[in-house]
């Protein structure tokens, strides 16, 4: 049972905040045909519900930090789409200042510990932060995501082990989506299912429907618990699917058009809405309202980010270190 409760506004909160998320992407994806948004940008179109099914079981002080798949995961976290769409566009205002782009949102006020270009790189700070967590003594956890090609680093295996041996407060998540770039799952192991490589360290494992919404909070809810009650990590594979390519570049011609309508057929957007007008929780006016205020949204932060100012030259030899005055920096 789930000691987070479902509600009606769990509901309504998942599918403000999916729809958010989808809404973001496509802009994205527009403005980068625009030669608005450079260098690389992979969305996250498709997978909302595994960052949304997590957010409604975690609480504010909770760090996470994925991929370079990262902007649902920044916006779940309370980020504004201003200071995201700025950052995207290269400008001073976006919350890595313009100079971290698609793969690097963070923010330290909403515990956002980074998207991160490094395959697996996040794996070992995420139970680092866990670590961290444990140390001071408090209850927070540090919810740690990676894709499927990330479970083949060694780095994926020397965390587990830390973190099991440690017990500490960390849910490792696989969003397994079948692909790790164009190289499907099938194609790198001959075990296909994840979540059993948990079992080598003896860490609590399991494969969850990634869109399904309810099965993602569900599953993390469980997780969540024995972090904050010391009783250590969580392993879950979330599988689910992305409905563009890896990035931008990538036009996908690795999958059929009948896998992709398949998945489509599973959107947790469509199914979210279903579920909310069965248990009449709202009505048709409510989603207009919010595609409405979410288009508003979309707009201003793209407003924004165009009317910001792009970073000073100067600005380059800055964060490079830990304090800037640190004797190597000049500028």
Known sequence: MSS???TKDTYLEWYKSMLLMRKF???SGQLYGQQKIRGFCHLYIGQEAVIAGTMSVLE???SILTSYRDHAHALAKGMSADVCMAELFGKETGCSKGKGGSMHFFSKEHKMMGGHGI???QIPLGAGIAFAEQYQGTKNVSVCFMG?????????????????????????????NGYA?????????????????GSAYDMPSEPVDGMDVVAVHTAMDEAVRRAREGEGPTFLE????RYKGHSMSDPAKYRTKEELEEYKGKDPLISTKKAILENKYADEEWFKEVDQNVKKEIAGAVKFAE??????????YKDVYAQEDYPFVRG
């Not at 295996?157 to 960390?170: F, R, Y």
């Not at 979330?238 to 699917?241: M, N």
């Not at 009317?307 to 600005?315: A, G, H, K, L």
Request: charged residues 30%; proline residues 7%; negative net charge.
């Open 181 to 197: 770039m164009g190289t499907s799952l099938e194609r790198t192991t001959n075990m296909k299912d994840i979540y059993k490589m």
């Open 60 to 62: 504010p002080e909770d």
């Open 238 to 241: 979330v599988r689910t699917y």
């Open 25 to 27: 992407e496509e802009k």
């Open 148 to 176: 499927d090609g990330a479970v083949r680093q060694g780095a994926f295996h020397e965390s587990m082990n830390m973190a099991m041996l440690w017990k500490l407060p960390v849910i490792f998540v696989c969003e397994n």
């Open 4 to 6: 987070t409760p479902i």
């Open 307 to 316: 009317e910001s100012d792009y970073p000073d030259p100067s600005e380059i």
């Open 119 to 121: 395959v697996g790189g």
